[in-house]
């Protein structure tokens, strides 16, 4: 049986091209929009633990 079969894998160690600037300027505008939205997304949710917290505490003064 003959293995036909082509590592894509085998490509990753080539050679890098250079993209045309106005691609590489998108895509990086796109990463760094991508990027903005997850840090949006952990400021609005990393403080509900804490909130929950503080809401079903009960506080004792007796």
């Known amino acids: 049986m003959t293995n036909d079969?082509?590592?894509?894998?085998?490509?990753?160690?080539?050679?890098?091209?250079?993209?045309?600037?106005?691609?590489?300027?998108?895509v990086m505008n796109d990463v760094a929009i991508a990027k903005l939205i997850l840090d949006m997304a952990v400021l609005v949710t990393s403080n509900y633990s804490s909130l929950f917290a503080g809401m079903f505490k009960t506080n004792k003064k007796r």
């Open 5 to 26: 079969f082509d590592n894509p894998f085998s490509q990753l160690n080539r050679n890098l091209r250079e993209v045309p600037p106005e691609m590489r300027k998108k």
